[in-house]
DNA sequence: GGGTGCTATCTGTCTAGACAATTTTCGGTC
DNA sequence: GACCGAAAATTGTCTAGACAGATAGCACCC
């Protein structure tokens, strides 16, 4: 082993044990074993195990060894963590292919959703969303006018939706309500997703909520659970002893 | 400083230093210092640190010291508002239907996700949740031995499953993974729920983490969107500067 | 054959330092 | 007074072990 000056070992280390990385639930070398590999001592060796640990991608057992977990598989990347902030990053690693782009009549379970008056105009946006292993997720998304205006289509299809909003305008997103629910695939959108239709699909209604409390966008997604896992890691809010 | 024997130091220290956190972006005492009040060599006192800064309590600056963050309260990476809590509150205004409890041994995916050996036996319970408008979940969850020895058949179908384990055992349930999918409904799941086969049906596979992040339940349920909506709200962390 | 206890293996915790890198502080120089 | 450099303080990285606790495998005894 050549360490590279400069980048402490044992995150070199790390980098080389999770090149390695297999399948899942394997058993990986021994630490003293590492030791005797990578030429250092016990404590670096932990050292970089603990940051594959904290990431998720090993675990230990005390008097059995060091397994490797399954966010090796290839898709790790794309998982949704818990948080507003981790669904947005989607964006980082998918694109929006737009349909549609269109002021139109809020049907009115929408506009009760956004809080808007029956029969407000507002900004309907279909399209998909693709990842490299190809489209994952039909959304149609609602906004009220205001919120719209400030909006191009390069904002859509570049990033996430959400983090375009907060940069052309002052809104923060706050908060975030979800419903789920399973359905047969529509003809249309099993076409875009390329599933056959009628075969069953995850289907979300969102809608984002601003910090003073007002909606600012309203979104029916489908999407496959097959090829791009909706995966979600809920922490307890913590009581103290 | 007295220590408890059986608790690691570097545990208790964390502890007390972490009673001791007052405002936000004050400094804390220096490592050495620290050395010293708790009589312990440096890296005892380090990892006891990374305790706290994993937590996102603290946060260190080479060459100027360690800091207190604003996080008063939960880990601010992930933060997810009453989303277990709720689920566990399901137990209040719903019941479980046992259909069977057995010790078999675990399917090898299974396993996996609970980190047991391969072959290892464990305890499988299956039964259906029923609300006031009729049964809307069914569940089959797989428990290591340990956990299910405490659990009575009362626990199971009066109460939450969680938080029978929590009043049980000293075991605290931390996080909850859960990926999520759309599927036909199976034959014999379809007539326990009431709905016609092949009626699209939400699944989620959940695996629960204690405090140590040991897998301590995993389960996979079958439920209906439209009987009892799935339904969760996120809120943002708030990031740190 | 079946249990029982020993032993080897492995991770968990901890010691007592060393040197490096970074930042702040302070004194000296111009 | 302004600037610069040295020194001090602090965290970052790393060594070379020690002992404890948990687990699995194996030989042995009944």
Redesign the interface.
């Known amino acids: 082993m050549n360490y590279r000056p400069g980048i402490p070992r044992y995150l070199q280390i790390a980098d080389a044990i999770r090149r390695d990385l297999r399948g899942?639930?394997e058993r990986i070398a021994s630490e003293h074993s590492l030791c005797a590999r990578f030429e250092v001592s016990r404590?670096t060796i932990r050292q970089a195990l603990d940051v594959l640990v904290?990431e998720g991608r090993l675990?230990r057992?005390a008097g059995?060894g060091t397994?490797s977990t399954?966010a090796n598989g290839g898709d790790s990347r794309l998982r949704v963590?818990?948080?507003?902030?981790d669904?947005m990053a989607l964006g980082d690693e998918t694109w929006l292919k737009l349909i549609s782009h269109e002021t139109v009549t809020v049907p009115a379970n929408i506009a009760q959703a956004l809080r808007l008056p029956p029969g407000s105009k507002g900004t309907r946006i279909v399209g998909v969303r693709h990842a490299e292993s190809g489209p994952f997720q039909h959304v149609t998304v609602w906004l009220p006018s205001p919120i719209a205006l400030a909006l191009s289509d390069e904002d859509l299809s570049k990033t996430s939706l959400i983090a375009a909003i907060e940069r052309q305008s002052e809104v923060r997103?706050?908060?975030?309500?979800?419903?789920?629910?399973?359905?047969?695939a529509p003809r249309q959108v099993a076409e875009l997703l390329q599933v056959r239709p009628r075969s069953?699909?995850?289907?979300f209604e969102r809608t984002y909520y601003a910090t003073n409390g007002e909606p600012v966008e309203h979104a029916v997604t489908y999407q496959t659970?097959?090829r791009y896992?909706?995966?979600?890691?809920?922490?307890?809010?913590?009581r103290?002893s």
Chains 1, 2 share one sequence.
Not at 173 to 184: C, G, P, S
Not at 229 to 235: G, K, M, Q, S
């Open positions: 899942e639930g404590p904290q675990y057992h059995r397994f399954a963590i818990g948080s507003i902030d669904m997103i706050k908060t975030l309500e979800q419903v789920a629910d399973a359905v047969l069953p699909l995850l289907m659970g097959r896992p909706y995966r979600v890691v809920l922490a307890r809010a913590e103290r």
